[in-house]
């Protein structure tokens, strides 16, 4: 049975700064009557005026900025990721995917304007970062079906999204009841006795895991809102759990001054030692001064997102058995993620970890020197991981429009280690940098398994929709995928290499 929404949030923080749906059949399908023919790039271009960067609020146009199409649930007064629209029409539940400021814009102390519904770590995040009033905000339980006051009986279940730390997807159940939000486009369900399902992805890793909830198993979806971000082929890096381990493996290795090519020497054509590379990084410095000393005292430091990055710390710490330091202000954030693993971890002295904590930016030659400078006595090299999915480029001679087929067969087969990881051009023999092809958002490989492995009525994109020609590229490869499933077996799901990565 669906539970009752739990009781806001107490105060606890201190501010330091920062089914079988029969009728769900596509030709009834109320989001394809919206959007079919003309109507389509009708609400689309509705939406692009909505989000003009230029816009600032007056008298004449109400004072805020009007909600697009794809911020409203249709047919439901719920509104997901959309704060920077102040209070929208006929909305009575504001839900918030996770705690990111491109997705809490707007949000503040001030905030009035209706219920906040977020997962426990998004809701501990949101009232000490940004001191809103936890009289607004509802925790909801991971799993657990969910009814929504005030709109008509619809429930939601929130799953993990392999983001950030406490961020959800979210699975709404239920009628359509109302035309909330400024779209002029309506829907003409309102009142029917039907069940619509909506999964709105957020921003997502995605897994077979979310494929395989009981939630959203042998469910048909009618709406998909899909986190678009890497919806492009030159975007299939390599699985999320295997950059993760690639990471705390070179990290080990470098430490201990061991090889960083190893058996995996094919990769290069050559084995490369740690002290091969400095000789080839530092031509000046004689073979004598290069020798790598497995006494010497390494810093690993790790750039991350205010939210975000947190496995690969973990893992690197583990793997060289190690605290975690970071600054106070960081340090609160972490621990209002409820993670016990990494609270375990912290430490607020910097001199007793061999694993640091920094912003992203800090992972450039001139800027980790300054950083470790302030060490100087104490740490004899430094090695920085800068891991982000803009680190990712495709092989020289890449097809750039590869078939369904294509992508999932090579995809695949794809391995990733330690030695897949090299440093930039701009490392030293002091200052070791590496751009690691690490994201928590989906790779184009995992969102066409994803797209293909459940049955659903509708994608909408919710990423890179501002202009026309952006949103026809990832309409074309949304038909590609709807056209793909057609033939293959019935719900049948991808096959997977385990329930956390295809």
Same mark, same amino acid.
């Given at each position: 049975?669906?539970?009752?929404?739990?009781?806001?949030?107490?105060?606890? +923080?201190?501010?330091?700064?920062?089914?079988?749906? $029969?009728?769900?059949?596509?030709?009834?399908?109320?989001?394809?009557?919206?959007?079919?023919?003309?109507?389509?790039?009708?609400?689309?271009?509705?939406?692009?005026?909505?989000?003009? %960067?230029?816009?600032?609020?007056t008298?004449?146009?109400?004072?805020?900025?009007?909600?697009?199409?794809?911020?409203?649930?249709?047919?439901?007064?719920?509104?997901?990721?959309? !704060?920077?629209?102040?209070?929208?029409?006929?909305?009575?539940?504001?839900?918030?995917?996770?705690? +990111?400021?491109?997705h809490?814009?707007?949000?503040?102390?001030?905030?009035?304007?209706?219920?906040?519904?977020?997962?426990?770590?998004?809701?501990?995040?949101?009232?000490?970062?940004?001191?809103?009033?936890?009289?607004?905000?509802?925790?909801?339980?991971?799993?657990?079906?969910?009814?929504?006051?005030?709109?008509?009986?619809?429930?939601?279940?929130?799953?993990?999204?392999?983001?950030?730390?406490?961020?959800?997807?979210?699975?709404?159940?239920?009628?359509?009841?109302?035309?909330?939000?400024?779209?002029?486009?309506?829907?003409?369900?309102?009142?029917?006795?039907?069940?619509?399902?909506y999964?709105?992805?957020?921003?997502?890793?995605?897994?077979?895991? +979310?494929?395989?909830?009981?939630?959203?198993?042998?469910?048909?979806?009618?709406?998909?809102?899909?986190?678009?971000?890497?919806?492009?082929?030159?975007?299939?890096?390599?699985?999320?759990?295997?950059?993760?381990?690639?990471?705390?493996?070179?990290?080990? %290795?470098?430490?201990?001054?061991?090889?960083?090519?190893?058996?995996?020497? +094919?990769?290069?054509?050559?084995?490369?030692?740690?002290?091969?590379?400095l000789?080839?990084?530092?031509?000046?410095?004689?073979?004598?001064?290069?020798?790598?000393?497995?006494?010497?005292?390494?810093?690993?430091?790790?750039?991350?997102?205010?939210?975000?990055?947190?496995?690969?710390?973990?893992a690197?710490?583990?793997?060289?058995?190690?605290?975690?330091?970071?600054d106070?202000?960081?340090?609160?954030?972490l621990?209002?993620?409820?993670?016990?693993?990494?609270?375990?971890?912290?430490?607020?002295?910097?001199?007793?970890?061999?694993?640091?904590?920094?912003?992203?930016?800090?992972?450039?030659?001139?800027?980790?020197?300054?950083?470790?400078?302030?060490?100087?006595?104490? !740490?004899?090299?430094?090695?920085?991981?800068?891991?982000?999915?803009?680190?990712f480029?495709?092989?020289?001679?890449?097809?750039?429009?590869p $078939?369904?087929?294509?992508?999932?067969?090579?995809?695949r087969?794809?391995?990733?280690?330690?030695?897949?990881?090299?440093?930039?051009?701009?490392?030293?023999?002091?200052?070791?940098?590496?751009?690691?092809?690490?994201?928590?958002?989906?790779?184009?490989?995992?969102?066409?398994?994803?797209?293909?492995?459940?049955?659903?009525?509708?994608?909408?994109?919710?990423?890179?929709?501002?202009?026309?020609?952006?949103?026809?590229?990832?309409? %074309?490869?949304?038909?590609?995928?709807?056209?793909?499933?057609?033939?293959r077996?019935?719900?049948?799901?991808?096959?997977?290499?385990?329930?956390?990565?295809?």
């Amino acid at each position: 049975m669906p539970s009752k929404i739990p009781r806001p949030l107490s105060p606890r +923080h201190t501010r330091l700064s920062e089914d079988d749906n $029969s009728e769900s059949k596509p030709s009834s399908n109320a989001f394809a009557v919206l959007m079919s023919s003309h109507k389509e790039n009708d609400a689309w271009k509705e939406a692009t005026v909505a989000e003009d %960067r230029n816009f600032r609020p007056t008298k004449q146009n109400g004072g805020r900025r009007k909600a697009p199409f794809y911020k409203v649930l249709q047919g439901m007064p719920i509104a997901i990721d959309a !704060f920077r629209y102040g209070t929208i029409p006929g909305v009575a539940a504001y839900f918030l995917t996770h705690a +990111h400021s491109d997705h809490y814009t707007n949000l503040s102390s001030n905030w009035k304007s209706g219920p906040i519904y977020c997962s426990e770590g998004t809701a501990n995040l949101i009232i000490h970062m940004l001191d809103v009033d936890p009289k607004w905000v509802h925790s909801l339980p991971l799993d657990v079906p969910s009814v929504i006051p005030n709109t008509g009986g619809v429930q939601v279940t929130p799953i993990e999204a392999n983001h950030c730390p406490g961020s959800c997807l979210f699975l709404f159940e239920g009628p359509q009841t109302v035309n909330a939000g400024d779209s002029v486009y309506k829907s003409p369900y309102i009142g029917s006795s039907r069940t619509f399902r909506y999964l709105h992805c957020g921003d997502f890793r995605a897994s077979p895991k +979310h494929i395989l909830h009981p939630a959203v198993k042998d469910k048909r979806i009618d709406h998909v809102y899909l986190d678009t971000t890497y919806l492009d082929p030159k975007y299939c890096f390599p699985p999320q759990p295997l950059v993760i381990s690639a990471c705390a493996e070179l990290a080990r %290795r470098i430490v201990s001054g061991r090889s960083v090519s190893g058996q995996e020497a +094919h990769l290069k054509g050559q084995s490369r030692t740690m002290t091969s590379w400095l000789m080839s990084q530092d031509k000046a410095i004689t073979s004598s001064t290069v020798e790598v000393d497995a006494s010497a005292k390494v810093l690993v430091v790790v750039g991350t997102y205010s939210i975000g990055k947190e496995r690969i710390v973990k893992a690197i710490a583990h793997a060289l058995n190690s605290k975690v330091y970071c600054d106070k202000r960081k340090a609160a954030i972490l621990r209002c993620q409820s993670d016990p693993e990494l609270d375990a971890l912290l430490t607020s002295n910097p001199l007793d970890a061999v694993v640091h904590v920094v912003p992203l930016s800090v992972i450039t030659s001139d800027r980790i020197k300054e950083y470790v400078d302030r060490f100087k006595g104490h !740490f004899d090299r430094a090695v920085g991981f800068r891991p982000t999915g803009w680190t990712f480029t495709q092989p020289n001679g890449s097809d750039t429009l590869p $078939s369904i087929s294509t992508i999932l067969a090579k995809s695949r087969q794809r391995q990733f280690t330690y030695a897949n990881l090299s440093p930039t051009r701009n490392s030293t023999s002091t200052y070791q940098l590496y751009g690691v092809p690490y994201s928590e958002h989906s790779s184009f490989f995992e969102l066409t398994c994803f797209a293909l492995s459940f049955n659903w009525g509708k994608m909408i994109a919710t990423v890179n929709v501002g202009s026309e020609r952006s949103r026809g590229r990832m309409r %074309r490869w949304v038909e590609a995928w709807e056209k793909e499933k057609k033939a293959r077996l019935k719900d049948a799901i991808i096959p997977y290499r385990t329930p956390d990565y295809w």
